[in-house]
Nanobody, 112 residues
Framework: QVQLVESGGGLVQPGGSLRLSCGVS??????NGWYRQAPGKEREKVAS???????YYLDSVKGRFTISRDNAKDTFYLQMNLLKPEDTAVYYC????????WGQGTQVTVSS
């Protein structure tokens, strides 16, 4: 049974930084990543990383967000820099093996 536990959201001013963490229990996962959903919008993939190290980023976050993984800690991260108000959303960690798994979500609010 795979479980994902997120932490690290909060309120930050525009231009600030946050780091989200997702602790993973279980095995057999091929991809890890992050999605977000803003009010009134569909959930979108923000970033992902494969077991082989291939990464994907949403165009609007390229150069600002970095996804990484610490296999020794069974944790993956999303470092978010130069945050903008339009990054405000609930962020979900995600993993895919034989099926998809989701974290509980954490609110990120970018506002002055």
């Amino acid at each position: 049974q795979v479980q994902l536990v997120e932490s690290g959201g909060g309120l930050v001013q525009p231009g600030g930084s946050l780091r989200l963490s997702c602790g993973v229990s279980g095995s057999g996962l091929i991809f890890n990543g992050w999605y977000r959903q803003a009010p009134g919008k569909e959930r979108e993939k923000v970033a992902s990383i494969s077991q082989g190290g291939s990464v994907y980023y949403l165009d609007s976050v390229k150069g600002r967000f970095t996804i990484s993984r610490d296999n020794a800690k069974d944790t993956f991260y999303l470092q978010m820099n130069l945050l903008k108000p339009e990054d405000t959303a609930v962020y979900y960690c995600w993993a895919r093996g034989v099926r998809e798994y989701w974290g509980q979500g954490t609110q990120v609010t970018v506002s002055s």
